[in-house]
Nanobody
Framework: QVQLVESGGGLVQAGGSLRLSCAAS????????MGWFRQAPGKEREFVAA????????NYADSVKGRFTISRDNAKNTVYLQMNSLKPEDTALYFC???????????????WGQGTQVTVSS
């Protein structure tokens, strides 16, 4: 089972940028579809973005389309989430997730990181 560790969260002003990283253990990272999810206090965990094993296919939630970019480096066993034009409503705990199939729902992923906090001030 792959193990995931997120980093790169922090406090940023509205309009700013952050880059999240998710480092994966294991030699089979390139076989996994990777996803980013987020969870704000009192809300359910929601899909943010996903990327295929090759990096050739990406999907985004409508709320982040055009502002966030997901990418991966299989040589470094790392997936990234570049977040630009951040808004206060982007404030949440951000998780990366991995699965050989993946999808748009948390139940589609079998491996999760601990999360990294992103706080956007107005």
């Amino acid at each position: 089972q792959v193990q995931l560790v997120e980093s790169g969260g922090g406090l940023v002003q509205a309009g700013g940028s952050l880059r999240l990283s998710c480092a994966a253990s294991g030699r089979t990272f390139s076989r996994y579809r990777m996803g980013w999810f987020r969870q704000a206090p009192g809300k359910e965990r929601e899909f943010v973005a996903a990327i295929t094993w090759s990096g050739g296919g990406t999907n985004y939630a409508d709320s982040v389309k055009g502002r966030f970019t997901i990418s991966r480096d299989n040589a470094k066993n790392t997936v990234y989430l570049q977040m630009n034009s951040l808004k206060p409503e982007d404030t949440a705990l951000y998780f990366c997730a991995a699965d050989t199939i993946g999808g748009y729902y948390p139940t589609d992923y079998g491996a999760w990181g601990q999360g990294t906090q992103v706080t956007v001030s107005s």
